[in-house]
């Protein structure tokens, strides 16, 4: 059995000495605990950081003058120690489906990242970036193409969901959608998919300090089923996950069933070989009891034939395992084209009626203005 992933870089790093700390703290950075245990160090009671929990989570202030109900003191400290760090918006665009919204927001250097925030029926969903960039390389993939320059911190990847959850507060009343003619209930934040700029799994400790975080009871209260995390398939990560048995689901980029065709999309396969990330799913699934999504971009000419339908099938059997298929959606840096819609109705069809295995088609969502699935990326500069 492969050993279990050690709390250190391993492989790629799980934390990046790029990541230079802040003049004052994020307060976005800090667990409730962490939190409770700064207020003691400073002598303050108990009772104040639950109401600058509320503050932060549920009224989604901005600022420290917005909390009038800490003492004085209080806010005086917070303000001369610490900060919140909201994420300005250097581009908002809204996609002409009515339903999404991608946001360029700007980081305490002066980098920037992406996050969309999406509708569905009866739900809303932020997708939020864990890295400026991404090391992973995936030919298809904008973010991949834009390279590597570093990690998020904790309080980076919380404010992604903070912004969407305080974007959605400023909708007009009864206007839960992004035009009135797409009204869907629910118009605050449920889903969170890691699956933004960046490989979650290479800033491992951040990411689930955000998570842990995110998954507050008296936060933003998201539950572990409602965190997605996507990974291209870094093996260490999967496993720790495993260990740690973290209530969110596991998404894992598959795209080939072979290890040859797999390289030639996902670089990083070189690195973690098919037969050690599909070991890996494995131990996943035993430890953890939970299925694992996997997805599939569909390549015209490239990994969408009966014979690749039925190559996944035998690939993932066994395995309490679900396919989610994604069309490929266009980038500047790869010149592929997406499955035709009866190429795809074929392979579902074949995982099913074969294989017993159940798929779903990712529905297209801000493909005009590149918030889909593999777009994300911004421009050098």
């Not at 918006?89 to 700007?106: C, H, M, N, Q, V």
Request: charged letters at 20%; proline letters at 7%; a positive charge.
């Amino acid at each position: 059995m492969i050993s279990p992933p050690a709390r250190q870089p391993c492989g790629v790093h799980l934390l990046s000495a790029n990541v230079k700390p802040a003049v004052h703290r994020n307060l976005y950075d800090l667990t409730r605990e962490e939190l409770r245990g700064l207020f003691v160090q400073w002598e303050f009671k108990p009772v104040h950081v639950a109401r600058l929990w509320k503050y932060l989570y549920l009224e989604l202030v901005d600022s420290f003058e917005a909390m009038p109900r800490l003492p004085a003191r209080v806010r005086t400290r917070l303000a001369a120690e610490t900060q919140i760090g909201v994420l300005p918006i250097a581009l908002e665009t809204d996609s002409s489906d009515g339903f999404t919204r991608k946001y360029l927001l700007t980081l305490a250097d002066g980098e920037k990242i992406e996050t969309v925030l999406m509708r569905f029926t009866g739900r809303v969903t932020a997708c939020i970036s864990s890295q400026v960039g991404c090391a992973m390389g995936c030919v298809f993939c904008a973010t991949g193409q834009m390279g590597y320059t570093r990690h998020l911190t904790p309080g980076e990847i919380v404010a992604q969901a903070v912004h969407v959850a305080r974007a959605l507060r400023h909708l007009p009343p009864q206007a839960s959608c992004l035009s009135p003619e797409h009204d869907i209930a629910q118009p605050w934040l449920r889903n969170v998919v890691l699956m933004g700029m960046g490989e979650p799994l290479h800033n491992y400790d951040a990411v689930m300090q955000a998570v842990d975080i995110l998954r507050d009871p008296n936060g933003l209260s998201l539950a572990g089923p409602r965190i997605t995390l996507s990974t291209v398939g870094v093996v260490p990560g999967i496993l720790r996950l495993a260990e740690e048995k973290r209530p969110l689901h596991l998404a894992v980029s598959l795209h080939a069933a072979t290890q040859a065709e797999r390289a030639a999309l996902v670089p990083v396969a070189r690195k973690w070989p098919l037969d050690e990330l599909m070991a890996a799913c494995r131990c996943y699934c035993e430890k953890t009891q939970r299925r694992i999504f996997f997805e599939w971009t569909l390549i015209e000419g490239k990994n969408d034939s009966p014979d690749h339908a039925r190559a996944v099938g035998r690939l993932l059997h066994g395995l309490p395992a679900q396919v989610n298929l994604i069309p490929l959606n266009p980038t500047a840096g790869y010149d592929g084209a997406p499955a035709r819609s009866e190429a795809v109705k074929s392979f579902q069809k074949i995982l099913a009626e074969e294989f017993s295995l159940p798929s779903t088609v990712r529905q297209r969502r801000g493909i005009d203005i590149a918030a889909g699935c593999g777009q994300l990326a911004v421009a050098a500069g």
